[in-house]
């Protein structure tokens, strides 16, 4: 049984091309447009015709070496995830066709419909809440590419991600138990990262009642992420500071010689999941669904000092002499070089909703959520090691009180076969809370002396209608119009020195959608699609500053414009069997991206998140799926694209101008093989490639191997899958096998070895 025909899987079918068009949860891939069934549905418009892919928890199981959520889209064409170790809690961004990974804020994360994308903020901070979806409660992931369907933001511009959970039919129970370790060698640090896993499941079926609970929990130390640091240039010839030796000397991103002192951020995160959801069918085809999920963490942040004093002893703090030269002043070692932290975090995720699905001429939905950050802490030492470590002055960043929710009410109307009209209205509004404190302990401290707080506000408001038409034979459009008014208010920025009020502020835009499909042959398909996304600033880009010592508002500006762009894509694909090719061009124009970057056109400059004037990208991205390929057994998914996104226009920073998008690649590549010598044992091969990339508007760090730097990459993967019986399964893994040392501002992990036992009933 290969990926086209299972469907009770929920796997991607395909049919003859000239199939009636189905119905929205119907497995069948007609005139390029993919619909899903025999497990839950998707909330993806599905019946628009434009790229989409997705892939099952059976091929996850069998083929990923997947320890969080984010891993299930690690070979999928054109995507992303910035996961610096197992469990990244804060910087796993995704990263699309046109959007790097400082781009948080470009692409949509959805698990079952609700909300798991972080739109408080824009950046590597606001990653979405993966942990509240667990690798082992994945029935299927779906990707929507570009911002083709009005249902949603324009958020959606990169890509919008729905995890589709597990809901039973009869009773089932699994658990499973991991390992994993990672030898990591850099700079002065060699040593060998580890940690475990474990997760239990259950649910059953019961007349017109269902539930599903999943626990799971994941104890992981990562590899260090950051590392203290003195330009060559900062110091100055002389031999009043104290001698050290320990440093390593390199050249950073924009190949300065430099020293690197000590290690950072390096986490030991031990994270708690529960997902309860219990459904009930108010009638054959009317469903009541709650879910409530819980996801704790705490987590250790842990630095080190590579230095020592002739004696030996590692020095922290005060002036040093590195090689006959003196840092001092400013530039001595001060706590913010060495600190330590720990965060603890207790979010809770709702959400509530009543579809109604006949089929017939009107179907209906009532959905609502909401993300409440119930406690979210970061303590800090501001006090040097090694004292430090059992307490002492510090900061404790409170962010208690943040969160979002969500209400929509859609509608479905079929007139006559071959025609749905998709209608909807949705709210979503964001909180964001975050306040700075002085503590005399910052291990277990109260907070003491304000020092900074930032808070505010956003709302969209939207409405929408598309309308889906097999017009004639062979042929289907779909036109869309989403209609959004955006309202910020409650902008507050504190600081030491004074405290600002901003002004409420509302925008309201219009953003048309187009989709086109023709039926070329039995094995042909042609596919046009065009879309603009109005991505509104978020709370963290309005916000989020400081006030300096002369009272002037720093780092933020209430005042950004929305990023508008115009996205458009033209696709051909072919299907024979159990293979499908995709041959697509896209093209990205935006005006008034949203960047941080520096405006040297005003003394003194300003850096700060700032409006560029117009970002274009063109590109092509070519897929290929087949199972069974070559010979029984064997199935091959590859990928290859290419990304020509650049800075065309930027008043504020001219020399970036025809410079490469940050963080966007030209190249990317990705290949996942699987081979079943026999029934019982699956063995995989998956790769990725990156080519050179920047993390400056203007291309001037172009040493891409060193700390805060963006290098290209490639990495291969191996997964052996034993069905031991038909309960037991086993497995092992290797995660980048070449041990390839690639950098996105921080180190990626080495090579990492990882083993699992499962069991299902």
Do not use: C
């Not at 269902?210 to 950051?226: A, C, I, K, V, Y």
């Not at 993390?695 to 069905?723: C, E, I, M, V």
């Amino acid at each position: 049984m290969n990926r086209f025909e299972r469907a009770a899987t929920g796997a991607l079918v395909l049919l003859p091309l000239q199939a009636a068009l189905a119905q929205d949860d119907t497995p069948v891939r007609s005139l390029g447009v993919v619909v899903v069934n025999g497990s839950q549905p998707t909330s993806l418009p599905t019946q628009i015709p434009t790229t989409f892919e997705s892939i099952t928890g059976r091929e996850i199981a069998e083929k990923i070496n997947a320890t969080d959520a984010e891993d299930a889209l690690k070979y999928m064409p054109s995507l992303l995830v910035r996961k610096r170790y197992i469990g990244d809690y804060n910087h796993a961004v995704l990263s699309t066709r046109a959007s790097g990974t400082g781009n948080s804020a470009r692409s949509m994360v959805f698990a079952d419909g609700v909300l798991l994308s972080n739109l408080l903020g824009n950046g590597a901070s606001f990653t979405p809440r993966w942990g509240l979806v667990t690798p082992e409660e994945i029935e299927r992931v779906d990707v929507l590419y570009g911002p083709f369907s009005a249902a949603y933001a324009g958020n959606s511009v990169g890509a919008v991600v729905d995890y589709v959970t597990r809901m039973p039919k009869a009773f089932e129970a699994h658990a499973k138990v991991g390992v994993f370790t990672q030898p990591f060698e850099l700079y002065g640090v060699d040593d060998t990262y580890s940690g475990w896993q474990a997760s239990a499941s259950l649910g059953d079926r019961a007349g017109a009642w269902s539930w599903w609970l999943n626990l799971n929990r994941l104890d992981s130390e990562g590899q260090p992420q950051t590392f203290a640091t003195r330009t060559v240039a900062q110091g100055t010839a002389g031999s009043t500071a104290t001698p050290v030796s320990g440093a390593v000397p390199g050249l950073n991103g924009r190949e300065q010689p430099w020293y690197l002192l000590g290690s950072g951020t390096q986490y030991h995160t031990v994270q708690d999941h529960l997902k309860a959801k219990l459904a009930y069918d108010l009638a054959p085809d009317m469903r009541a669904s709650y879910t409530l999920g819980y996801w704790h963490n705490d987590s250790d942040g842990r630095s080190q000092s590579w230095l020592r004093d002739g004696a030996g002893t590692p020095v922290y703090a005060g002036p040093i002499n590195i090689g006959g030269l003196d840092y001092t002043g400013s530039t001595a070692l001060g706590a913010s070089d060495f600190p330590l932290t720990k965060d603890g975090l207790e979010h809770l995720m709702h959400s509530l909703s009543i579809k109604q699905r006949s089929r017939g001429v009107f179907d209906w939905e009532i959905a609502a959520s909401l993300y409440d950050y119930r406690r979210d802490l970061q303590r800090r030492s501001t006090t040097v090691q090694p004292g430090s470590r059992d307490g002492g002055a510090g900061t404790i960043t409170d962010q208690s009180g943040t969160g979002w929710n969500t209400l929509a009410l859609k509608g479905i109307w079929r007139p006559v076969a071959e025609h749905t009209v998709n209608f909807g209205v949705q709210q979503d509004r964001f909180a964001l809370r975050s306040k700075v404190d002085a503590t005399d302990d910052w291990i277990a401290g109260s907070a003491g002396t304000p020092i900074s707080s930032f808070e505010g506000n956003t709302r969209l408001r939207s409405l929408y209608a598309q309308d889906a038409w097999g017009f004639a034979p062979g042929w289907k459009t779909v036109l869309g119009l989403r209609a959004e008014r955006w309202d910020a208010w409650g902008g507050r920025t504190v600081g030491t020195t004074g405290s600002f009020d901003h002004a409420d502020r509302s925008e309201t835009d219009l953003s048309p959608k187009a989709a086109l499909a023709y039926e070329l042959s039995e094995a042909w398909v042609l596919k046009g699609s065009v879309g603009r996304a109005v991505r509104y600033p978020t709370v963290s880009e309005l916000y989020q500053g400081g006030i300096n010592s002369t009272g002037q508002i720093v780092n933020n500006d209430p005042d950004l414009a929305p990023e508008k762009s115009w996205t458009g894509e033209l696709s051909a694909e072919w299907s024979a069997g159990t293979q499908r090719l995709r041959a697509t061009l896209f093209h990205e124009d935006t005006r008034d991206a949203l960047f941080s970057q520096t405006n040297t056109t005003v003394t003194p400059n300003v850096t700060n998140i700032q409006n560029v004037d117009r970002v274009r990208t063109n590109g092509i991205e070519l897929a290929f799926l087949a199972d069974d390929f070559a010979w029984r057994g064997f199935d091959l998914q590859a990928s290859v694209t290419y990304a020509d996104s650049r800075t065309l226009e930027n008043a504020k920073f001219p020399a970036s101008e025809g410079k490469l998008q940050p963080r966007v690649p030209l190249w990317r590549a990705t290949l996942l093989a699987t081979w079943r010598p026999v029934d019982a044992l699956s063995l995989s091969f998956g790769a990725r490639y990156g080519s050179e990339q920047y993390g400056t508007l203007d291309n001037a760090d172009r040493n891409g191997f060193a700390y805060q730097a963006f290098s290209k990459y490639f990495t291969t993967d191996l997964r052996a899958l034993w069905r031991i019986d038909r309960q037991w399964s086993a497995a092992f893994g290797i995660d980048n096998l070449n041990n390839y040392q690639y950098w996105n501002f921080h180190p990626y992990p080495q090579r990492t070895y990882s083993a699992e036992l499962r069991y299902d009933l």
